[in-house]
């Protein structure tokens, strides 16, 4: 008998031990998990204020896939909402406010336990990528709460390795999502031609893009600074492919609603008759223009198509990247000459 007293005091003296201890942890916690993501800025949040994109992501349902999500009538936004059933565990989230591109608030629940405030931030880089911080806070916790803490390890155990999970498998969800491409060929159709003014140069293969990328902002420079109407987006010109040789003739054009007469000996004025063109798509990086263009010269083979020699050959560029900074979404036409 006297054994058992001792065994119920050393139970009590036990218990009364682990309620204090729990009894003097915080009444809040918080935790914070930073990475660079290699994308743009809007990119990134434009994933993450869309909860419908959440579970490519979401570490919780890499580790269990059999978690049942049912989104909301609304998931992107304010008000944007959904939920999760975790083998009968319930979890409800939603986007309480929202700095477009900057920063996002949300209000998560777990089950019964109080509400925990979940907060994003998006801050650029110089070299187009995104540091992302996610962090989850709570407070004025109660007992029970602190106790199922406190034997799992704490929040910074339980939390913080998913969410470093979760950013990686963000970082690399937004990579492949920006390389996404298509390539249509839409077949024969007219080009309408009409005026453009133009600068031209000759280079390598290799210093194509380079040279591509400094002489149409000075066309398009030009036009805006003389108060030229552009007749529609830019284009490149090519007059000479030569791969053999190494060697690429272009043009870097700006279409005009009529004739200019110029005031730069660098910046022409030129003019596309009409012609009959076969016309290429591609949606998706400029990486993917090789491909494009192979594409197309495939298509007027098959289709015992003639090339007019020395005819138009265009690139047109009809996405603006500094407006569209997900590649994925970018526009280009191909346009080559046929009889």
Known sequence: MKILKYVLLLLLILVIGVSIYIAVQPNSFEVTRTKTINAPQSVVYNNVIDFKNWEAWSPWIEAKPETVVTL???????????????????????????????SISQDMQFGDFPKSDVTWKFEPNENGTTDVTWSISGK?????????????GGMEEQIGPDYERGLTLLDSVVQAEMKVYSINVQGVTQHSGGYYI??????????????????????????????????????????????????VIFSCCVPTNSKVVT???????????????????????????????ETTMTYIADNNLEMVEGGAMLETYITD?????????????IYVEVE
């Open 72 to 102: 909301g009538d609304k998931t992107k936004g304010v008000g944007g909402s959904y939920k999760w059933n975790d083998d009968g565990e319930i979890g409800r989230m939603s986007t309480t406010a929202a700095n477009p591109t900057s």
């Open 140 to 152: 004025d916790l109660p007992f029970g709460f602190k106790m199922f803490s406190a034997f799992m």
């Open 198 to 247: 133009y600068n031209t140069t000759s280079s390598k293969f290799s210093d194509f893009e380079q040279n591509m990328t400094t002489m149409l902002p000075k066309v398009g420079a030009y036009a805006m600074t003389h108060n030229i109407t552009m007749a529609g987006p830019p284009f490149i010109l090519y007059h000479k492919w030569d791969e053999e040789n190494d060697a």
């Open 263 to 293: 005031d730069d000996a660098d910046i022409l004025t030129g003019k596309l008759e009409s012609f009959k063109t076969v016309k290429t798509v591609l949606k998706g990086n400029y990486s993917n223009l090789k491909e494009a263009w």
């Open 321 to 333: 990247p500094m407006s569209e900074p997900n590649p994925a979404n970018w526009l280009t036409e």
